[in-house]
Structures are given as C-alpha cells and as structure tokens.
C-alpha cells in the first residue's frame, strides 16, 4: 500500500515546506531581561546602537537577554550582545541611583565604541564615563567625554535626551560651560595625558565652536605645561559672553601664577571680582588666593588665604572640588608660616567637609607616605 503517493503526496509535502518556513521555530527571537519575548517580527540588522526589528522598531542591548536570528548572523550577534549588553545593564542600573563610582568600569569598557556614535545609547554611555570620572577624582579626565555629550545635547536642540535617573548635565549649550567641571585643574600629569584627546575632540565639534572650549583646553594645556598650546588658543581671544570673558582673565591669571609672576592677569581679577557671576568668582578668588599665598609679605600672604578659605565659606557645597583646593592651599600655607595649630584645624575641615575630594586623597597619601617611613 502506498501513503501519499502520487500528486497527493507531493502537495503534502509542499505543505508541509511551506508550514515549516512560517513556524515560529524558525523565526527571529529575542528573550528581553524584563521576561518578554519578541518573536513577531524580523531582526534587520543591528550594530553598536542596537538592533532594529521589521517594521520600524528596535531594542537597545541592554534590554536583550539573550537572541535567536538569522543563522549567518547569529555569531556576529552572540558577541556583541556579549560585549555589550551587560555593560550597558549595568550602566543604567547605577544611573538610575546615581552610583557613579560603580557605572564606571563598565562605562569605560564600551566607550571606544560610542564615543564617535551619535544615539541615545552613546549619550549614555558619554554621560556615564563623565560623571563617573568626576566621582573618581579624575576631573582632567572627564573633560573629553563631557564635550561629547555637549555635542551630541546641542545636536539634540532641546529636545528631552532619554537618560536613567533624575539627573541632568547642567550645562550652557551657548557657551559650553559647566557647573558641574569649572576649568580649574589640578593633576599635572593627568592634564599631560588627556590634552590630546581633549584637541581631538574640540576638533569634532560642531560649528560655531563654543566659547568655552577655548578655556576648557587653554587651561589644561596651562596645568599640563604647555605653553604654546595654551598661547595658541588663549592669546587674542576676545570673548563676548561675559563669562566666559571673566573665565578667560582667570586663565591669564593662572598662567601668571604658574610661572611664579603675578601681575596684571591677577591684579585685573582682583580688581573686578565684585562684578563676576557667581560661576566664575570661585574661580577667580581661587587664582587670586593662590597667586598671594605666594608672596614674601605677611600681610599679602594672609590675605590670599582668606581669599582661598572664602570659597569653602560661600560656594562650599556647589562647588566642593574647589573648596578643598582652597582649603588645602590654605592648610599649606600655615603650615609654612609655622602655625601649626591653625593648620591642623584647616586640615581638619578639609578631611570632615570634603573628604571625598582630589585633595582629601592627596592629604590622605602623604599621611600614609610618612607613617610608612
């Protein structure tokens, strides 16, 4: 006896093809992290960004746990989920609470591959090694990522950038500033090794290019030690946002104290400090401070610290890195006139206050430095 012989065989066989090629066996299929499943719709393609579904849609891969595709693209898939889709989990878990320390390590192991990207996901990701390189200490670091996310928030022009968490980067996108990172630097060598990172970048920007990017890179190159690219940038800029005017004055007057000859950059800042916004006045009593704690005169010394011990005293919690700068010169600076014990108190509010700050840890290291001996 034969079964499905014939022409009727061969129709149940083709019926039985044309079933099989429209199973769901056989169709894409992606399992998300929050348990749902997406197995209507075809995946097109997908890179850095994420993958994108028939019909519009896609799926970032922090939302992927794990995927069945096109059998030619299932390795190609497999690894970049691999690469990618933890990191990125964890990335928007630790945004979401705001433990940047935390986001860090996994925000700096996908960055190479955002950080030219332009989508929500590399915002994410820019935003991420910014703040956790300022929750790190490592502010001269953080300058490179924070330009990338200027660009890509001026690229948005005000529209809502999708980002976990409640906070948002404080930032003028007409001038380029930032509460958040005021162009004062304190780690030479860290300064040294992002400069060229931070040109490239300032490079990249979009035109007009912001005002502030000027000061953001004079200055480093300034604390880096390289005069000639802070002249190329500084010299005959005449800016004509008031600010950014104000942060430009600070910029000569630190390259005046660097070189150990305050002048006319400091004295110009001293005499219009009481005209100076609230942005940069904590700025421009920090290089005042610094360029009289330096003087042979008594009074002039003692002056200059209560310029630096006013930061702390009026922009303490805005401002923090900047008030322990300021503390800490300050402590320094007793403690070379012999007064100890005022020293020690200075110490003692820099430690209670900003004990999270650069030079918290610097004070930190000297102390285990000197025990160990």
């Not at 910029?251 to 104290?257: D, F, M, T």
């Not at 020293?343 to 200075?346: C, D």
């Not at 209670?352 to 610097?362: E, I, K, N, S, V």
């Given at each position: 006896m034969r079964v499905f012989g014939g022409s009727a065989g061969l129709r149940f066989t083709v019926f039985l093809c044309m079933a099989g090629a429209a199973s769901p066996l056989f169709a894409d299929r992606l399992v998300l992290r929050n348990l749902n499943v997406i197995s209507d719709k075809t995946v097109t393609a997908f890179d850095e960004d994420g993958v994108r579904l028939s019909e519009g849609g896609s799926v970032s891969w922090d939302e992927i746990e794990r995927g069945t595709v096109a059998p030619d693209k299932q390795a190609a898939f497999d690894q970049m989920l691999n690469e990618l889709g933890t990191n990125l989990y964890r990335i928007r878990q630790r945004l979401a609470v705001e433990d940047y320390e935390g986001l860090l390590s996994h925000a700096e192991a996908v960055y190479p591959r955002y950080r030219q990207r332009r989508s929500a996901t590399a915002y994410m990701v820019c935003q991420a090694v910014m703040w956790g390189r300022i929750a790190a200490h490592r502010r001269e670091e953080a300058v490179e990522p924070y330009w990338r996310c200027f660009e890509l928030l001026r690229v948005a022009k005000g529209k809502p950038v999708s980002l976990p968490g409640e906070r948002r980067l404080q930032v003028d996108l007409d001038t380029g500033v930032t509460p958040e990172l005021l162009p004062v630097w304190f780690d030479v060598d860290a300064s040294k090794k992002v400069l060229d990172d931070v040109y490239q970048v300032m490079t990249q920007l979009s035109k007009p290019l912001p005002e502030a990017a000027r000061i953001y890179f004079g200055t480093l190159a300034l604390t880096a030690g390289d005069e000639e690219r802070a002249a190329s940038v500084l010299r005959g800029f005449t800016p004509t946002n008031p600010v950014i005017q104000?942060?430009?004055?600070?910029?000569?007057?630190?390259?005046?104290?660097?070189?150990?000859q305050a002048g006319g950059a400091v004295t110009n800042l001293e005499n219009n400090l009481s005209t100076y916004s609230a942005l940069s006045k904590p700025v421009a009593l920090y290089w005042i401070g610094r360029a009289q704690v330096a003087s042979g005169e008594e009074r002039i010394r003692q002056e200059g610290m209560l310029q630096l011990l006013r930061i702390a005293a009026v922009f303490g919690d805005k401002f923090p890195e900047l008030a322990a700068a300021g503390l800490y010169h300050t402590m320094r600076a007793l403690s070379d006139g012999n007064a100890s014990a005022p020293?020690?108190?200075?110490r003692k509010e820099l430690m209670?206050?900003?004990?999270?700050?650069?030079?918290?840890?610097?004070v930190k290291a000297k102390s285990s430095?000197?025990?160990s001996k």
């Open positions: 104000q942060l430009r004055d600070a910029a000569l007057a630190q390259r005046e104290v660097q070189l150990g020293s020690a108190a200075v209670d206050r900003y004990g999270h700050t650069f030079h918290a840890a610097l430095a000197s025990s």
